[in-house]
């Protein structure tokens, strides 16, 4: 639970993060590209920067903005090694989550789940929590279990 309450603290921070240069976004991309290779991943990347794939579609409606979502995840480094990992469901508001969370969200119907790449600007940018480092770059599976 503690770590719940600081990854909403995080998000509300997120808004206050400090822009990145089109080199630091461009040298994440190069990282995230490289692991994408060296692991024969096929995604896609969004406008945003999100490198993502959904990996089960899932039933209903898509998930909106105005909705509370409850999902499990797994989050990683690139590297593989594991900072969080939730079995049990988190409920939030879309519109709380950080934004590659937020943006894959919208792509997810019930029952949906998705593998995403998230460079920092889209994640928790230069703040740094618990384990994650400031401008890190996060891997994520998702499994939407509920929308309301």
């Known amino acids: 639970m503690r770590k719940l309450i600081r990854v909403f603290v995080m998000i509300l921070l997120i808004t206050s993060c400090g822009t990145y ?22 995604l896609k990347k969004s406008n945003s920067g999100l490198y993502f794939k959904i990996t089960k579609e899932g039933e209903g409606r898509f998930v909106k903005f105005g909705d509370k979502v409850s999902f499990t995840y797994k989050g990683t480094f690139l ?7 939730r ?22 119907k019930k029952g949906g789940e998705a593998y995403l790449i998230s460079p920092p600007q ?14 890190s770059i996060l891997v994520y599976e998702i499994k939407l279990i509920d929308v309301k």
């Open 21 to 42: 240069s089109e080199d630091q976004k461009s040298d994440f991309d190069r990282k995230i590209e490289s692991h994408i290779k060296k692991n024969k991943l096929d």
């Open 79 to 85: 590297d593989g090694k594991v900072f969080d990992h």
């Open 122 to 135: 889209l994640a928790y940018g230069d703040h740094q929590l618990d384990d994650i480092p400031e401008n």
């Open 87 to 108: 079995e049990v469901p988190v409920e939030f508001d879309v519109k709380a989550l950080i934004s590659a969370w937020r943006e894959i969200m919208l792509e997810l």
